[in-house]
């Protein structure tokens, strides 16, 4: 029988994983321009609107492997955290029309990166070491 924690930590990775990617196979398809706007608000040079490649298609593949699963959750993390502060700011102390958080899709992918990275991979994975 399969040890369920490390079940729970294949879903937690793969759901992570699955969420993120869509994120950036958008922004594969429509470019990564319109962030540099956001950047430059904050004093922050253009060319960083790429490193969202590395957290959005790249990161979540690692995931998908189960290779350097911490590392990678660990790029997801501040992606999002970045986009927190640079784009949603605004809607951190707000409710959705329906009651929800203003942010809570975010602060879940947050979270459920940090629990990633604080659980690693699990035994389900390519690899072995601290990062996985």
Do not use: Q
Not at 63 to 78: H, K, N, S
Not at 104 to 111: G, H, K, T
Not at 117 to 124: A, I, K, P, T, V
């Amino acid at each position: 029988m399969p040890n369920r924690e490390d079940m729970g930590k294949l879903l937690l990775r793969v759901t992570l994983a699955v969420i993120v990617v869509f994120h950036g196979v958008f922004k594969l398809t429509h470019g990564v321009e319109w962030m540099e706007r956001p950047l430059a608000a904050f004093g922050l040079p253009g060319f960083l609107a790429y490193g969202t490649y590395v957290a959005e298609v790249i990161a979540p593949l690692l995931l998908l492997l189960g290779y350097r699963a911490r590392l990678a959750a660990l790029v997801i993390l501040f992606d999002l955290l970045m986009a927190i502060v640079l784009v949603l700011r605004s809607r951190i102390f707000t409710l959705t029309g329906g009651g929800g958080w203003g942010i809570e899709l975010e602060a879940m992918i947050v979270l459920v990166s940090l629990s990633v990275f604080c659980l690693g991979s699990g035994r389900y994975r390519l690899g072995s070491g601290r990062w996985d």
